[in-house]
């Protein structure tokens, strides 16, 4: 599986607050008129466009109502007005309760205002999971601006091409991250950089622990990970401060239809591109997910989710942190998910209830003994996304935990969910893994398309199209690209082909052409090539992807080299000096003849495959 009239006010607190306040209840929400959607249970309605419908779990509906809310800072601010003394996110032991999220992201609304942040401008931010993360977040999207969220363990490089792209003027930080930010400088017009540490949001009166934290992340840091002193930057702390002083910041007045995300994905091809995805995408996505859960929301009792997943991706944005703000949920953010060590050093101290993620991780985590020994006696369901979960994995997570993973379906350009298997909270153990990637959501239309252009029947394979409020308003300044997968009656082809049984639900059988999907993650071919014929010694190369039983597919590259002497340790740290690091190739072949290609030129992937 991949996210109105704002009042920026501000609340008049001093900084640090002495954090979150014990956890409150609040009263179930009905799914309805005031709630995430309408209507009868999509299982009472027989609409043959629809037959999935029929297959709907009680009380989940056909279609869910976007009239509540115009933007994502409405959303927020009524969440943060029901559970204010609740805990919203926890990093590190160190919580922070929604009433403060609210106070610091209106704070660092102000401050964006007040040094000239326009709506609709864009402000990039660049970390892990943490604190700020949601703060800046959503003092963004109340400011009226335009979030571009960028992976911080991207190259000089990639973070130049999303800057440069984008427009972004504004760039938050974690420190970890600024030897990049130093070394893209050149390339881009930024006009601000905000730099913060990770403890720096702790809330513990003069904040020993945040410092603390701050000094030993600095000394236990990986070599590539330089801290450097950028010229003329903010301290993130000066900002919320400056914005905390502001006895009032201009009110902002958004549509839903205005711009929200620029989220940047490879699309079907090529060079990272920004999906446009409007406030109405992301709380339509956000609505499908809760309607999901049926008659009730039930926010009575506190959850606990695990984020493992960043929320810089898609999915990790929409279900980990917006969904589970809107249940009034406790948070618990991972900062770095693959060190499982420090993942279960947080872990052994919770008792929690749902976790996201994609199966490498899910595989990793089984792996560890403490994590077998946990307590799952609280735990109702595990959301599985952004690649195919193999059933070996899937099993053995079951036998492990007592809930089966549940699949879903999605991309960046759906904002992202499409397709889901049905939840039953209500009795956890009875769900069950169906190696599908389940029904569409409420208010969505899937159809497969055959290579001849007709809609595929029942059981006839055909190339994935969807159409409903979550398909995204196309690619950012990129006409030709957008029309190349949007038509004028709004149905997206997504390039991935499956088969749709008689119930509705939908089985993937192949994927985009050329895309690798390495750990949840998309890389496209023609990016790795464009690096790597770079590279003086290197003739013509291709990318290509191969099975890996950790991380579904790694990334093969076939060269042919013009200098003989081009090694293969060579080629590879000219990779990594330019790509992130999962894009980076695992497997190079050196090959002596040219590569097959098509009549007209193009080299045949699909034969190298």
């Not at 595929?456 to 055909?462: D, I, L, S, Y």
Request: with cysteine; net charge positive.
């Amino acid at each position: 599986m991949s996210t109105n009239e704002s009042r920026i006010r501000l609340a008049r607190v001093a900084m640090p607050d002495a954090g979150a306040a014990a956890d409150t209840a609040a009263p179930a929400r009905p799914v309805g008129p005031e709630g995430a959607a309408t209507g009868v249970s999509g299982a009472q309605i027989v609409d043959p466009d629809r037959p999935w419908l029929r297959s709907y779990a009680p009380g989940v509906p056909a279609d869910i109502d976007l009239t509540r809310y115009r933007s994502i800072a409405e959303v927020f601010e009524d969440n943060v007005r029901q559970f204010a003394d609740r805990t919203a996110f926890v990093s590190l032991g160190s919580p922070m309760s929604y009433r403060r999220c609210g106070d610091l992201a209106h704070a660092f609304a102000a401050w964006l205002q007040s040094v000239g942040v326009q709506p609709g401008d864009r402000v990039a931010i660049m970390m892990p999971n943490c604190l700020q993360y949601p703060v800046c977040l959503f003092g963004t999207l109340l400011a009226g601006a335009v979030v571009v969220n960028v992976n911080p363990l991207y190259t000089a490089r990639e973070l130049a091409h999303q800057l440069n792209d984008s427009g972004a003027e504004t760039l938050v930080v974690m420190d970890l991250f600024t030897g990049t930010v130093q070394e893209a400088l050149p390339q881009v017009r930024l006009k601000r950089v905000v730099v913060t540490r990770i403890g720096d949001l702790f809330a513990d009166g003069l904040n020993l622990k945040g410092r603390l934290v701050n000094r030993l992340v600095r000394l236990t840091a990986p070599k590539e990970r330089r801290v450097v002193s950028l010229r003329e930057a903010i301290d993130l702390r000066d900002a919320l401060r400056s914005g905390l002083r502001r006895s009032a910041a201009l009110p902002v007045r958004m549509q839903a239809e205005d711009l929200a995300f620029l989220q940047y994905t490879g699309g079907t091809t090529g060079v990272a591109k920004g999906a446009m995805l409007s406030h109405r995408n992301i709380i339509a996505n956000l609505l499908q997910s809760l309607a999901w859960r049926g008659h009730y929301v039930d926010t009575s009792q506190v959850e606990t989710n695990v984020s493992l997943l960043p929320m810089y991706h898609i999915f990790s944005l929409t279900v980990n942190c917006l969904l589970f703000m809107c249940l009034g949920g406790r948070n618990v953010l991972i900062a770095n998910p693959r060190d499982v060590k420090r993942v279960m050093m947080v872990l052994r101290k919770e008792r929690f209830n749902g976790m996201a993620g994609v199966s490498t991780l899910f595989n990793a985590l089984l792996e560890n003994e403490d994590f077998r020994r946990h307590d799952f006696s609280d735990f109702k369901l595990t959301i599985a996304g952004g690649m195919a979960t193999p059933q070996a994995i899937a099993q053995r997570w079951q036998q492990v935990t007592g809930v089966p993973v549940i699949e879903g379906y999605g991309l960046t350009e759906c904002s992202p969910i499409v397709t889901i298997n049905p939840v039953d909270l209500s009795q956890p153990r009875n769900m069950r893994y169906t190696g599908t990637v389940g029904l569409p959501v409420p208010s969505t239309q899937v159809r497969l398309r055959r290579e001849d252009g007709r809609w595929a029947a029942v059981g006839e394979p055909g190339e994935v199209c969807v159409r409903g409020p979550q398909v995204m308003q196309g690619y950012w300044q990129r006409p030709h690209d957008t029309a190349q997968v949007l038509d004028a009656e709004g149905w997206l082809a997504t390039g991935d082909i499956g088969v749709m049984d008689e119930q509705g639900y939908l089985r993937l059988i192949d994927r985009r052409k050329d895309m690798i999907l390495v750990s949840g993650f998309n890389v496209y071919p023609n990016e790795i090539e464009d690096v790597v014929m770079r590279h003086p010694g290197v003739r013509e190369c291709a990318a290509v992807g191969v099975p890996d039983a950790v991380a579904g597919e790694r990334v093969k590259l076939i060269v042919v080299p013009s200098d003989a002497r081009l090694t293969e340790s060579e080629l590879l740290a000219h990779c990594r000096r330019h790509l992130v690091a999962y894009k980076v190739p695992r497997i190079v072949e050196f090959r002596r003849e040219e590569l097959p290609k098509s009549t007209v030129g193009k080299i045949l992937r699909r034969e190298l495959r």
